[in-house]
Nanobody
Framework: QVQLVESGGGLVQPGGSLRLSCALS????????IGWFRQAPGKEREGVSC????????YYSDPVKGRFTVSVDNAQNTVYLQMNSLKPEDTAVYYC????????????????????WGQGTQVTVSS
């Protein structure tokens, strides 16, 4: 059974950092691309990053480029999203998701390309 479980969200002050985790079960990172998404109240879900074993680089959206970093622990079958220099506009529910494609194939498609989703974790950036 394919499952993704996010953790690590919370309340942080502007300029602070958080690390989110996405624990995968029922599949490996060799088979799926892993995307991070976020959804703020009243807004559409937006892509944050995408990583896969078929891509030569990690894809980041412009609002997070230079501040967020994705890393992968293959032994733990876990993908991390390190978020630094957090801003109030980063406040959202963050989701990880799995897609049976390489990232370069689905960067324009976004959420509809992803087959499996985690339950989400809340990130709130506020003083």
């Amino acid at each position: 059974q394919v499952q993704l479980v996010e953790s690590g969200g919370g309340l942080v002050q502007p300029g602070g950092s958080l690390r989110l985790s996405c624990a995968l079960s029922g599949f490996t990172l060799d088979d799926y691309a892993i995307g991070w998404f976020r959804q703020a109240p009243g807004k559409e879900r937006e892509g944050v990053s995408c990583t896969s074993s078929s891509d030569s680089r990690v894809y980041y959206s412009d609002p997070v480029k230079g501040r967020f970093t994705v890393s992968v622990d293959n032994a733990q079958n876990t993908v991390y999203l390190q978020m630094n220099s957090l801003k109030p506009e980063d406040t959202a529910v963050y989701y990880c998701a799995a897609a049976a494609y390489a990232c370069y194939m689905i960067t324009e498609t976004g959420p509809p390309a992803y087959d499996y989703w985690g339950q989400g974790t809340q990130v709130t950036v506020s003083s």
